[in-house]
């Protein structure tokens, strides 16, 4: 019986990434804004519809050089229903993240709670884009133009996705793209800084590059350059963007049918209005099923199936953030219970109708 992960990363036909790199050869252009680099920021400005595009090495490092060049101080307030890297970027930058709730049918921060966790050091909201659903962005943009705060969107999950025929990229001061291996769009490991303020892309492109703008060093920059070689996945796999998407929305189609109606397990709801990218399949088990969630993991995992507990634990229980002592005075409820219940199914373009009839024959026994 063969095993069945979580996600897989998706890889073009082997000809189409090797023809790209005699110029790599020819050239000896492996990094430092080369061809493809240049050319896979442009093609990206030009798919967001954005006014700025810039690579970086990681989704990580794309938060981090973020939080730097808008020149964020004290307090950013984010959620703790997020992958770690996100509460870990304002860390690493001498912030202090905020934890607040999600909302209660959902799994983005809930805006209403904002305005009670400000306070005079809070300079940002980081809101995250959670399995590529969108954040109620005019609330928070309200709220965000009221208090005088900046908003990075965390949107690692949210490549393509459009709500009302718009990219939703182009939200808040910036956004943030991870293109890691396992995400929809990939370039093995790599990332992006979208935003809609021009201005911000030299302060951007300088911290990067170790601070340089010419032949001085004017900021603490650091080494987060993407290279050629990462540049030219990007560049092939978006041929097959349409593809991907297509062939993960097949699988997202057919995981519905086949669950619907089964008590006490919660699919995803994608809105009519939203163009998404199915980079994902969360599931949450309640009452009145028969497993909770762990009985579940497990019995997945004796049929060679490996599903996720995406996310779980909360950022706020890890050990780090307890030995931190900066724990949310804020209770987060509806958090901690989809983080106990959730399930994330296996979902990449190379699955199989049989694969899909495997997983769902587990959870309907």
């Known amino acids: 019986m063969n095993n069945i ?11 189409e990434y090797q023809a790209l790199l005699p110029n790599l050869w020819d050239s000896r252009h492996l990094t430092n804004a080369g061809v493809y680099h240049q050319k896979l920021e442009d093609e990206l400005k030009s798919l967001f519809v954005a006014d700025s595009v810039s690579l970086v090495n990681n989704g990580t490092i794309a938060l981090e050089i973020a939080i730097q060049a808008m020149g964020l101080k004290g307090k950013v307030i984010t959620t703790p229903y997020s992958f770690v890297a996100t509460a870990n970027s304002i860390l690493l930058k001498g912030l202090e993240p905020v934890f ?10 809930e805006p209403e709670l904002i305005e009670d966790a400000c306070d005079a050091q809070t ?75 021009s201005e911000l892309k030299k302060s951007i492109d300088s911290l990067r590059s170790f601070g340089f703008e010419d032949e ?24 097959h963007l349409d593809n991907i998407i297509g062939l993960r929305k097949k699988w997202h189609e057919l995981y519905i049918e086949l669950l619907r109606g089964i008590e006490g397990i919660t699919l995803l709801n994608i809105p009519p209005n939203l163009e998404h ?16 969630r762990d009985q579940l993991y497990d019995k997945f995992t004796e049929q060679n199936i490996f599903p996720r507990k995406y996310f779980y634990p909360l950022i706020t229980d890890f050990s ?46």
Not at 278 to 292: D, E, G, M, R, V
Not at 352 to 359: A, G, L, M, N, Q
């Open 5 to 15: 992960f979580v996600t897989k990363p998706y890889l073009p036909p082997q000809e």
């Open 100 to 109: 607040i709730d999600i909302e209660d049918n959902g799994f983005n921060l």
């Open 123 to 197: 300079s940002a909201i980081m809101p995250v884009h959670v399995y590529g659903l969108p954040c109620q962005n005019k609330t928070i943009q309200e709220i965000a133009d009221r208090k005088g705060l900046q908003i990075i969107y965390d949107a690692a999950h949210a490549f393509g996705i459009k709500e009302n025929g718009e990219s939703i990229l182009n939200w808040g001061d910036v956004s943030t793209l991870s293109f890691h291996a396992t995400k929809v769009f990939h370039t093995f490991e790599g990332g992006a800084i979208v935003s809609p303020h």
């Open 216 to 239: 001085d060093v004017v900021a603490l920059g650091t080494n987060a350059k993407m290279n050629e070689a990462q540049a030219a996945m990007g560049l092939v796999l978006l041929r």
């Open 277 to 292: 990218n199915y980079a994902y399949f969360p599931i949450l088990i309640n009452k009145p099923y028969p497993l909770t």
């Open 320 to 365: 780090l953030y307890k030995n931190y002592s900066i724990l949310s005075k804020h209770k987060i409820p509806n958090a901690r219970r989809v983080a106990d219940s959730v399930l994330c199914l296996p979902l990449y373009p190379d699955l199989t109708e049989k694969d899909v009839e495997r997983i769902c024959k587990v959870l309907s026994a």
